[in-house]
């Protein structure tokens, strides 16, 4: 079907200005009310005690995070799309849930198992206190970024097949060899996006969070849990401008960093 040159042009200004408001603007604004003060003062707000508690404790979130997923998601996606078992069917929709449920309900859900009325509530008596913790933290990011990997890694296997592998293996290699020289590098882009994805997330989460933390500075504050905080109770506008923006800002670091060690590989 011909399409005019009215219309072409007529569609792709729909779409820009649909983006300009609902990406462009928001983000304009929010670097406008962070700087307007100058650098000094978005310096200040952002190097009192409770940020820097907050960005070493979301920076700690995401270290944990990323590794598991990792993982578990290459061991899953190769699971699922190499082999054949039982229940395959069920694993995928687990995989898929937490884009179904809200992340409030991923806490409420951990709190009900974690809290010290839940099925596990006893480890706290041992000292093992996960709920209103670090643990319990940990696991909700774990639980709302579980299918980033899953998700960005198995359509690149399905892509590549077994037929490396197999080659690899009739050749002697193990399975261990066959994983590192052969089936890793073929998917060193699906994990890529899927590791920047679930950094974002992590770095991002809130519902699932707030339910587990109990938000004080130094112990269980995140970043986004800082912005709330300075938002919602402080009344300090600025503040939760200012580490709104240093959340961009590092989501954006790891992006271009991601960007660059592929090219590195690339080129090597």
């Known amino acids: 079907m011909k399409v005019s040159a009215l219309t072409r042009i007529s569609l792709r200004t729909l779409a820009l200005a649909y983006l300009f408001v609902l990406l462009v603007l928001p983000l304009i604004i929010i670097l406008w009310r962070t700087f307007e003060n100058g650098f000094v003062a978005f310096f200040e707000s952002i190097t009192t005690p409770a940020a820097i508690s907050a960005f070493q404790l979301s920076v700690l979130i995401v270290a944990i995070v990323v590794p598991v997923n990792v993982v578990f998601g290459i061991v899953t996606a190769l699971a699922l799309v190499r082999g054949k078992f039982p229940g395959r069917n069920l694993v995928q929709g687990i995989v898929d849930l937490p884009f179904a449920i809200s992340p409030v309900v991923v806490g409420v859900a951990l709190i009900l198992l974690w809290g010290a009325g839940g099925w596990f509530g006893g480890l706290e008596d041992l000292g093992f206190k996960v709920i209103f913790n670090l643990p319990g933290m940990v696991i909700a990011t774990i639980l709302v970024t579980l299918p980033f990997v899953v998700r960005e890694v198995e359509p690149v296997l399905h892509e590549i097949g077994d037929d490396q592998e197999q080659a690899a293996a009739t050749l002697g ?89 592929e090219r590195k590989r690339a080129a090597k």
């Not at 399975?175 to 996006?193: C, E, K, M, S, V």
């Open 173 to 261: 290699a193990s399975g261990w060899q066959t994983f590192w020289r052969i089936t890793l590098p073929a998917i060193r882009w699906g994990l890529t996006y899927g590791v920047v994805l679930t950094v974002a997330r992590a770095l991002g989460e809130f519902g699932a969070v707030i339910m587990v933390s109990s938000a004080l500075p130094g112990r269980s504050l995140t970043l986004t849990l800082l912005v709330h905080g300075r938002y919602i109770n402080d009344h300090n506008t600025f503040g939760a401008y200012s580490a709104a923006t240093l959340l961009m800002a590092m989501a954006l670091v790891v992006l271009v960093l991601m960007t660059l060690l």
